[in-house]
């Protein structure tokens, strides 16, 4: 109950294309739905986060979207750039007193030029 | 602000060999987190810590310690150490359990365990 699954594992995607990476939970008590991109060799970074109560949310070219009754987020990044590959991570934040984040598994994006 | 600092960046150990992986910030934030990650798997919480002596157990703590005897500081301690916490690990901050609160993350302290 307490995981994040997230898929795929890996993806490829041409310049100017849509990546998509999806991920799932089961626990009805996260309240908060963060992602976090990685570079290689560096910490994960917040990249963009959406509220349960919020079905999308939009930062430049990067899009949530949020189904509450399907359990289900994703993140979709419009006008693939090469300089967006890297690692993603889904995560979500348990609604407690401690701030603990729960990761979902990473997709290694691959932006080809 | 240098944000969130952690050393090594790499390092080496024998098995049964001990040592210590430091992570400090200063940013004034009391919540602070350790993570592994091993790929395909994410990054799993070994413990947490919600202020100056106050520590808890996340999902993977068994075979580490820690202590948090200062705001600044949350060292992470492996003890016998074994192949499998071989992994990348990660010190992350945050000022406070409010959702919206950001966690910063280290740059990461790579472990083999030969």
């Known amino acids: 109950q307490q995981q994040v699954k997230q898929s795929p594992q890996s993806l490829i995607v041409q310049k100017g294309g849509i990546s998509i990476i999806n991920c799932a939970y089961e626990n009805t008590a996260f309240d908060y739905f963060p992602w976090y991109q990685q570079f290689p060799g560096k910490g994960p970074a917040l990249l963009i986060a959406?509220?349960?109560?919020?079905s999308e949310k939009k930062e430049g070219r990067f899009t949530i979207s949020f189904n509450k009754s399907a359990k289900q987020f994703s993140l979709h990044i419009m006008d693939s750039q090469p300089g967006d590959s890297a690692t993603y991570f889904c995560a979500a934040k348990i609604s407690s007193n401690t701030g603990k984040l729960i990761f979902g598994q990473g997709t290694t994006l691959q932006v080809k030029p | 602000n240098a944000g969130v600092t952690q050393t090594p960046k790499f390092r080496i150990l024998k098995i049964g060999q001990s040592m210590t992986l430091q992570c400090a910030q200063d940013m004034n934030h009391n919540y602070m987190y350790w993570y592994r990650q091993d790929p395909g798997m994410g990054l799993k919480l070994i413990y947490y810590?919600?202020?100056?002596?106050?520590?808890d157990k996340g999902e993977v703590p068994n075979g580490y310690n820690v202590s948090r005897s200062t705001t600044e500081d949350f060292p992470l301690r492996l003890e016998l150490a074994a192949p499998s916490q071989t992994s990348v690990y990660f010190c992350a901050s945050s000022y406070s359990r409010d959702r919206t609160s950001e966690q910063y993350f280290g740059p990461g302290t790579r472990l083999t365990v030969t």
């Open positions: 959406i509220r349960p109560d919020v």
């Open positions: 810590s919600v202020g100056a002596g106050i520590t």
